[in-house]
T-cell receptor, first 118, second 112 residues
């Protein structure tokens, strides 16, 4: 079974530019999450999709961040325009529908996208 | 605000010893507490989940305890091996089991 994949693995952009991160969850996983780790800080939740619907976007820092999950499969996270404080590692995670697994809250993480804004 | 503290940023032990990592939390009543392992350049990998009504859970050389009165979880790795060297993350989740709240992690180094 393929794991969660993220693209690109690294991205270096200048302040003011736009970047789009992509996440492909494990096939069949209805839940998709975005997290971010800023240097020296803990991993922080950004938002949660159930299929194509945004279930919880309370962690999104501001309106420069836009997440989509069209068709309930892969997801994109766009940052526009990027600021220096957006630098960090962006993780995507997926999990099965809550009531179909023995450990319903186990999340499978991708390797992350390291974003550097200069 | 909700806060999770993992007792130390780094823990160094010798091979064969038991590693004990601590996770304390405040201003939160989690339904679930999870432990993840993270290796450099990789995403977190799930290890164990313990529910609020469970005191202890084991999986091979791993043991987790959960004390909701003390608001603390202990994570033990027995007979530690150099391959256990990694960063271990404590994470809490709410009743709906959605967003995970992470601690900063403890980096464990096991020397042979």
């Amino acid at each position: 079974e393929a794991g969660v994949t993220q693209f690109p693995s690294h991205s270096v952009i200048e302040k003011g530019q736009t970047v789009t991160l992509r996440c492909d969850p494990i096939s069949g996983h209805d839940n998709l999450y975005w997290y971010r780790r800023v240097m020296g800080k803990e991993i922080k939740f950004l938002l949660h999709f159930v299929k194509e619907s945004k279930q919880d976007e309370s962690g999104m820092p501001n309106n420069r961040f836009l997440a989509e999950r069209t068709g309930g499969t892969y997801s994109t996270l766009k940052v526009q325009p990027a600021e220096l404080e957006d630098s960090g590692v962006y993780f995507c995670a997926s999990s099965q529908y809550l009531y179909r697994t023995a450990d319903p809250y186990e999340q499978y993480f991708g390797p992350g996208t390291r974003l550097t804004v200069t | 605000s909700q806060k999770i503290e993992q007792n130390s940023e780094a823990l160094n032990i010798q091979e064969g010893k038991t590693a004990t990592l601590t996770c304390n939390y405040t201003n939160y009543s989690p339904a679930y507490l999870q432990w993840y392992r993270q290796d450099p350049g990789r995403g977190p990998v799930f290890l164990l989940l313990i529910r609020e009504n469970e005191k202890e859970k084991r999986k091979e050389r791993l043991k987790v305890t959960f004390d909701t009165t003390l608001k603390q979880s202990l994570f033990h790795i027995t007979a530690s091996q150099p391959a256990d060297s990694a960063t271990y993350l404590c994470a809490l989740s709410n009743q709906a089991g959605t967003a995970l709240i992470f601690g900063k992690g403890t980096t464990l180094s096991v020397s042979s």
